[in-house]
């Protein structure tokens, strides 16, 4: 059975920092990636790895404070947030991809992705 299994979120203060948790099961998968959605808003992606080494990718508005990263042995996928914003503050769902998704696409066609997470919900307050 397949399962992707977020953890990690909470409420901090601007500029703290939270790292989330993403545990997979049931398949190897080539692309995974987060997302993020706010009440009203669209998803949008956030940052994107490919788990057989190679690139990743992130949204502009989280570059140079948010870093993917995977632990293949533990079947993890994390994202590590630092000098979180409160136009951080979304749900966070984990995705995956079976294949290697084009890297311009990416972080864009979220409906490429096969399964998601059920979301963790991070809160960053001014």
């Known amino acids: 059975q397949v399962q992707l299994v977020e953890s990690g979120g909470g409420s901090v203060q601007a500029g703290g920092s939270l790292r989330l948790s993403c545990a997979t099961s049931g398949y190897t998968y080539t692309t995974m990636a987060w997302f993020r959605q706010a009440p009203g808003k669209e998803r949008e992606g956030v940052a994107a790895i490919y788990t057989g080494g190679g690139n990743s990718n992130y949204a502009d508005s989280v570059k140079g404070r948010f870093t993917i990263s995977q632990d293949n042995a533990k079947n993890t996928v994390y994202l590590q947030m630092n000098s979180l914003k409160p136009e951080d503050t979304a749900r966070y769902y984990c995705?995956?991809?079976?294949?290697?998704?084009?890297?311009?696409?990416?972080?864009?066609?979220?409906?490429?992705?096969?399964?998601w997470g059920q979301g963790t919900q991070v809160t960053v307050s001014s």
């Open positions: 995705a995956a991809a079976f294949f290697r998704l084009p890297f311009f696409d990416i972080l864009v066609t979220w409906q490429r992705y096969n399964y």
